[in-house]
């Protein structure tokens, strides 16, 4: 598969996670890629942090407004009733709880649902950001990643990289298939038929769990 396979392969799956009325915040990255594939008659608010609600569909080149953009800086659209406000604000809707659901991508995973996403220990970074909050304050936590980084493990049975929050992640998407975390371990509960389990074993730096009803990757 290439990029963009990989990247829609995890967008369209991941989509199928929202449920109508969703309060959603979508990290930087491939989780932007999310609201093209949202099923038909599903309807939901985006959130973004820096002080927006009700994100519309990625603007075409007429569409642009320099002054419309998410928390990573990308151009958006606003959809009839949304709104705008201080991050200040919108940090209180995170912090609140009334966050459904929050995906985000991943340097590292581990089985204790321990995430870093946020830097690499003496490479230059921008900061955090809001992923520390979002991953304590939204109801559901899912990663939308590649499964690995240039052939690298990036699901681990430890992260050695500067955690962003301990024990928060709930479920894992990538193109290889669908992963949740468990009291005893990463569970893989639906495989994408292009891959075998051993493959994805192979690619997880972690011993995973396989369901007993693994089931084809939904799409």
Known sequence: MDKNQIRETIARRAALELKDGD????GIGLPTAIPEYIPAGVSV???SE???????PSPTPEQVNQ???NAGGGH???TPGASSFDSATSFGIIRGGHVNVTFLGALQVDEKGNLAN???PGKMT???GGAMDLLVGAKKVILTMEHTAKGNHKILGECNLPLTAAGRVQRIITEMGVMDVTPKGIELIELNPEYTVEQVQAATGAKLIVSPSLKPMLQ
């Open 23 to 26: 309060l959603v915040n979508l």
């Open 45 to 47: 608010i985006l959130q």
């Open 50 to 56: 820096n002080g927006l609600i009700g994100l519309g």
């Open 67 to 69: 002054d419309l953009i």
């Open 76 to 78: 958006v659209t606003l």
């Open 118 to 120: 946020w830097m690499i």
């Open 126 to 128: 921008p900061g955090m």
